[in-house]
């Protein structure tokens, strides 16, 4: 299913948000697109959250610097922190995150900010940052936890140029129709 929304400001930055249910390839989309915009010389920073697995098994998830892979772990079985399912959130895993968030928003033309969910909302230093995002004049691609209910979540829905619910039929699709919309 495709949502467009058709912001009534045409001279802001677009804020584009990618949501869809586990598992279906969220951060492996924005990671093509990623790939795709550094290829075009496109000034990008933020970060992904990806899965953490050994021998098969998904054991935690980790942020990436999407611009020089450094990584930090987000929340795993082994660590302390607050919980969320099997999870410990590490918060200064989302410390990290933050301090990426904020470089790229000095420095990158595009932000990626993958995700905003339960996990990272853990830390309430995230969600300011990701919430005063909404408020600068930069170009964002969020992904965002298709259930998660919190005020910042939907500002960022409300704020939303161009949203889409990936699923297997578009997910291959996706990387192309953000770009086109970027460009």
Do not use: W
């Not at 969910?117 to 298709?146: Q, T, W, Y």
């Amino acid at each position: 299913m495709l949502y467009l929304i058709v912001s009534e400001f045409v001279d802001k930055m677009p804020l584009f948000i990618l949501t869809g249910g586990p598992g279906i390839g969220k951060t492996t989309t924005v990671i093509r697109l990623v790939e795709m915009l550094k290829h075009r010389g496109v000034s990008i920073g933020g970060i992904v959250s990806r899965e953490i697995r050994k021998n098969g098994v998904r054991i935690g998830f980790e942020f990436v610097d999407i611009n020089n892979n450094e990584t930090v772990i987000l929340a795993s079985i082994m660590n302390v922190g607050p919980r969320f399912g099997k999870y410990n959130v590490n918060i200064k895993g989302c410390k990290f995150a933050v301090q990426v968030l904020q470089e790229a928003l000095l420095n990158a033309d595009i932000i990626i900010c993958d995700e905003l969910g339960p996990m990272e909302f853990k830390s309430k230093e995230f969600i300011n940052c990701v919430g005063s995002m909404l408020d600068l004049d930069k170009r964002i691609i969020a992904v965002v936890h298709k259930k998660l209910k919190h005020p910042i979540v939907d500002r960022f829905r409300e704020k939303a140029d161009f949203m889409i619910n990936l699923d297997i039929q578009n997910r291959n699709k996706v990387p192309y129709l953000f770009l086109d919309r970027l460009e």
